[in-house]
């Protein structure tokens, strides 16, 4: 099952199958049939044939079942690996476990690289990689946002800051849109009772004194808010009190992220890939033999060249 891709989704469906058989190996029907499916979230269902809901588990043949299972976890965007163990008791007792893995069904919006270009730069032209390949990139898509201390793609999610001073605050990579929300919690209790209102109360900049979204060429999103004369401050923070004052909600066309991912940074995540890619070939860092003794893989300076510039200084420590 781990090898098949599946996506999130409910129109994806995990076919899972298991057969039964007595001491002596022929196929037997146990008295009965129940498999747990056990999402990444920890949420556990129990289906049955024949018994208790949900009951659709099918018998295709004697000792012979299967189950269909829309890829959809309970609560949504928990994706990861799902578990399942067939259960037989009576005259066949048996448990066979296994695992499945979902990923994100819009992989476009959370990875930097595609299936279809890595199995050109690969030279790959079947399915048989594909499992292997996908799980490649989403774990160099998760070192690059570690690296960086950012997230390049977009996401629309309300933020909460605490204030270090009363003029300007240190935001998450915010793309520009006319629909942005900034509201303050002024007496500490949680509630955001203060509306501000973008060019009276506050402007928002790409970073101390970067008020040009292209001031090196490549568009940037704002990571400043700075407060205008209008009488409001950012308020004081003190013990005992709610300390996340600003909530900063984007607009429906711009998110959390880059307005576009910079170049380097799809190509730093394919050399990545590959190199964990092929790590499966190398054990222990060994490539294989030459004439001049063992062969190791070596971490590539290039990508730490390539993703320097977009690191994160406020979050990133000793780059």
Not at 119 to 143: M, P
Not at 171 to 182: E, G, H
Not at 231 to 238: E, I, R, V
Not at 280 to 298: H, W
Request: charged residues 20%; proline residues 7%; negative net charge.
């Amino acid at each position: 099952m781990t090898s098949a891709v599946y996506y999130d989704s409910p129109n994806e469906i995990a076919l899972l199958s298991a057969s039964f058989a007595d001491a002596n190996g022929n196929p037997a029907d146990p008295t009965t049939v129940s498999c747990a499916i056990t999402e990444p979230a920890g949420i556990k269902v129990t289906h049955t044939y024949a018994g208790t809901a949900p009951a659709d588990i099918v018998k295709v043949g004697t000792g012979k079942y299967t189950l269909s299972v829309p890829c959809s976890p309970s609560q949504a965007g928990i994706d990861g690996l799902w578990g399942y163990e067939w259960i037989g008791t009576g005259t066949v007792s048996d448990v066979q476990p296994g695992t499945w893995r979902v990923l994100p069904e819009a992989v476009s919006q959370v990875f930097y690289v595609g299936l279809d270009e890595m199995k050109d730069r690969l030279g790959i032209t079947d399915t048989s990689e594909d499992y292997a390949l996908r799980t490649s990139i989403a774990a160099a898509t998760g070192w690059i946002n570690e690296y960086c201390q950012r997230h390049f793609y977009r996401l629309v999610e309300a933020r909460t800051y605490q204030p270090t001073n009363v003029w300007t605050l240190d935001i998450d990579d915010l793309v520009d849109d006319p629909s942005i929300t900034v509201a303050v919690d002024t007496t500490g209790t949680g509630t955001y009772d203060q509306a501000w209102t973008r060019g009276t109360d506050y402007v928002l900049r790409y970073g101390p004194r970067q008020f040009n979204a292209h001031y090196d060429g490549i568009p940037r999103p704002f990571r400043q808010l700075q407060v205008v004369q209008s009488g409001k401050w950012l308020p004081f923070t003190w013990p005992y009190s709610h300390l996340d004052r600003v909530k900063i909600t984007p607009g429906p066309t711009g998110g959390w992220g880059w307005p576009s991912i910079p170049w380097q940074v799809p190509e730093a995540c394919r050399i990545l890939t590959a190199d964990v890619f092929k790590a499966k070939d190398a054990p222990f860092g060994i490539a294989g033999f030459s004439d001049l003794g063992v062969t190791r893989v070596q971490a590539n300076p290039l990508l730490v060249e390539m993703l320097h510039s977009f690191v994160n200084g406020r979050r990133k420590v000793g780059v």
